[in-house]
């Protein structure tokens, strides 16, 4: 099946530590995105990719990373440095950078938490 | 201000009854409007995408329309059903300081039997 594969789904993670959350598309998208959603709030744009080896930075990039080696992958990292990474991560794609309307698919998303 | 408003917050229908979600934005210039419905702990999934000239767009029982002057868009739902149960999403791209696409805080719909 074609699609966006999120994992893990639960996370949880000690303060200090930092987690690495994996994102697979197999729809030959050019373009990844990532988003944090919390209680109450619209999606926000932590980082996103236009293609492979490229990726800017979004409104929330602060004590995340990512990168973009392959076409089919853009894992997150969630560094230490964030200081309240208890969320609801999805990763997102799409044919290009929705200018043209091009349909934005999700993943399943995944929950981090940290204790 | 958030760019993308919708209202409301939240909406509690029986079952087999229709429901209109509004979504009020400023973002200008715009590019598309598009609608999603998340189901809790799920991602979101796309209803409708419309563009600057299209004023109605239909998938199934899900109508939205878009009214590009005053910057209105609204989801109606037919003959609602129980898997209805979710939140509504209204996604505006469009030009403000640099390409952006901005996510309304959803609607979250809960249809009872």
């Known amino acids: 099946d074609g699609g966006i594969t999120q994992s893990p789904k639960y996370l949880f993670r000690k303060e200090g530590q930092n987690v690495t959350l994996s994102c697979e598309q197999n729809?030959?998208?050019?373009?990844m995105y990532w988003y944090r959603q919390d209680p109450g709030q619209g999606l926000r744009l932590i980082y996103y990719?236009?293609?492979?080896?490229?990726?800017q930075k979004g409104d929330i990039a602060e004590g995340y990373s990512v990168s973009r080696e392959k076409k089919e992958s853009f894992p997150l990292t969630v560094t230490s440095a964030q200081k309240n990474p208890t969320a609801f991560y999805l990763c997102?794609?799409?044919?290009?950078?929705?200018?043209?309307?091009?349909?934005?698919?999700f993943g399943e998303g995944s929950w981090l938490t940290v204790v | 201000k958030n760019q993308v408003e919708q209202s409301p917050q939240s909406l509690i229908i029986l079952e087999g009854k229709n429901c209109t979600l509004q979504?009020?934005?400023?973002?200008?210039?715009?590019?598309?409007l598009r609608w999603y419905k998340q189901d809790t702990g799920r991602g979101p999934v796309s209803l409708t995408i419309?563009?600057?000239?299209?004023n109605t767009k239909s998938n199934g029982r899900y109508t939205a329309t878009l009214d590009a002057d005053t910057k209105q868009s609204s989801l109606h739902i037919t003959a609602s059903q129980l898997s209805d149960s979710a939140s509504y999403i209204c996604?505006?791209?469009?030009?403000?300081?640099?390409?952006?696409?901005?996510f309304g805080a959803g609607t979250r719909l809960f249809v009872k039997a």
């Open positions: 997102a794609s799409s044919g290009r950078d929705g200018r043209s309307g091009n349909t934005i698919y």
């Open positions: 729809l030959n998208h050019d373009a």
């Open positions: 990719s236009q293609i492979v080896n490229d990726f």
């Open positions: 979504c009020n934005y400023t973002v200008s210039p715009f590019s598309n």
């Open positions: 419309m563009t600057f000239s299209e």
């Open positions: 996604v505006v791209s469009g030009y403000t300081g640099g390409f952006k696409t901005i």
